[in-house]
């Protein structure tokens, strides 16, 4: 097996220290642009590649990014990714992708990738506690999150205003003669399921309304089919059935048509997030467009600032969202 190529390797090759190699490796370290591009060019011709570990180990900046995500077989996640993995490298950083798996512990997770000595984490999954926050701030790896919101601000965050994209939909309901209305939410124990059940109690008791029924999935489609069959089985004469995510909205229409029931005729069906597939299908949904693009580069934007002045009071931005019009409500 032939012998790993180090730093020593390359300080002789192209005549400079040691120390000049790791500032040539180095973003934004005090190195002139020849002087860069003459080592970058003799690693390359050696095969050398920087141990970011080993640099992490030494207290330099690794360039790792820990980015914890939900299940990437759902829409929305694997969209967020995609925008997250694109800014992240674009910034050059990365990413080191933690698929957040049921039964996942969010704290061991981190742990994990913080033995990695990333520079920072982001986390757009599982349940987020004080102590998660502490974690992080300890070991000096700042932490951003997506779509949920610590109290107190313990933690810079990005999420989208749920409450405003809750209330467009209601409005549109109600609108189009619309009164009994249900709600499929998804887990429990999510910051977004939670604020979007209460944008749309808050928005139907402003027009004098109340949910007429309401279950719960999980997120997935399958979900929206099974718990949007309960929905429509009920014998509750629903015209609306507002879900906290496009998936579970178009299990629910897949769900009506296996019953000849006819959307938006008869029942109204949206979603939130405006996810690529939701313009797909046989009933194309009207939904609240979740603005992943610009909550990635938001999320990009924090961590950059705490990394560069790890004292500054935390902040959460809310980005905005906008009601997608469709065939479905």
Known sequence: MPMRVTADDVARAAGVSRAMVSRAFTPGASVSAKKREHVLAVAQALGYRPNLIARGLTGQRTGLIAVVVGEISRPYEAWLLEHLAQALSAHGYQPLLLPMFKDASLMEMLDHALAYQVDGAIVAAGSVSREVADRCRASGAPLVLIGRVLEKSEADAVCCDNSKGMRLLVDRLVQQGRQRIAWLGGTLDT???????LGVEQALTHHGLALTAQRRGDFSLHSGVEEGG???????????????????ALGVVEAAAQ???????EVAITGFDDVPGAAWGRCPLTTVRNPVRETALAALRLLDARLQTPARATQVIRVGVTLVERASA
């Open 259 to 265: 019953r000849g029931i006819k959307v938006p005729d």
């Open 230 to 248: 309960r929905l429509l089985d009920a014998g509750l004469m629903l015209d609306g059935i507002i879900c906290a995510n496009d998936a579970m």
């Open 191 to 197: 910051f977004s399921d939670q604020e979007r059940r």
